[in-house]
């Protein structure tokens, strides 16, 4: 899709391409909008372009062949369960994102990590509920992100940054994680088989501390 367009709005028949397996998207798109991608489970590789600002709802819900993307640093907005039950294994949130909507990745049942960039503000409801194959979660910002009581499962590994650790100590719902380790190193990518012995040093506090 050239960079002459703007926005993806109703723009692909994605009923008209059941094997569709890769697109890219030009610079000039702003916007996917609302279940433009969803349901290709053909769907293996996804370039976005460098202009993009907002991933409608459910945008690529459903893409079960989809394994990773790699998101722009233009991005500010993930939409309401716009990559649930998809395929993706790691997924890293630029720091430009300030939003994630409810249920984002929510049943991706292959996915192991996700890094989440430094103004991420809030997690919104059952964003990671259902990924049983996650294991680390590694949140950039200093400013520990709003949950609320269904956001996360309480065994999920939780990184952070060490000069925030009293920071997230202190923010309501952290502390009922039962596993929070510091970082020094910034982790770019995040893989759980080598989180706490590669690129972070481990800081492990207890939930009742």
Not at 7 to 26: C, E, K, T, V
Not at 104 to 116: A, G
Not at 149 to 169: G, I
Request: glycine share 6%.
């Amino acid at each position: 899709m050239g960079d002459g367009l703007t926005s993806i709005d109703n723009f692909f028949d994605r009923y008209a391409y059941p094997n569709l397996r890769s697109i890219s998207i030009g610079n000039g798109v702003t916007e996917i909008s609302s279940s433009q991608f969803k349901s290709c489970a053909a769907l293996e590789s996804v370039k976005l372009g460098n202009g993009l600002k907002n991933i409608g709802t459910d945008a690529f819900r459903y893409c079960t062949m989809l394994k990773s993307i790699d998101l722009p640093n233009s991005l500010v907005t993930l939409g309401n369960s716009c990559f649930r039950q998809s395929g993706l294994e790691h997924l890293v949130v630029p720091n430009s994102v300030t939003t994630l909507g409810m249920d984002v990745v929510r049943d991706c049942q292959n996915l192991k990590s996700v890094v989440l960039g430094t103004s991420v503000e809030s997690l919104d409801e059952c964003v990671f509920r259902g990924c049983t194959s996650l294991e680390v979660i590694a949140s950039l910002a200093t400013t520990p992100p709003t949950l609320d009581n269904s956001t996360v499962e309480a065994d999920y590994h939780f990184l952070v940054p060490k000069e925030a650790e009293s920071n997230y100590k202190a923010a309501e719902y952290w502390s009922d994680f039962k596993y929070v380790s510091t970082f020094e190193t910034v982790p770019v990518y995040v893989k759980a088989e080598t989180a706490g012995s590669v690129f972070c040093k481990l800081s492990f506090y207890p939930v009742d501390e």
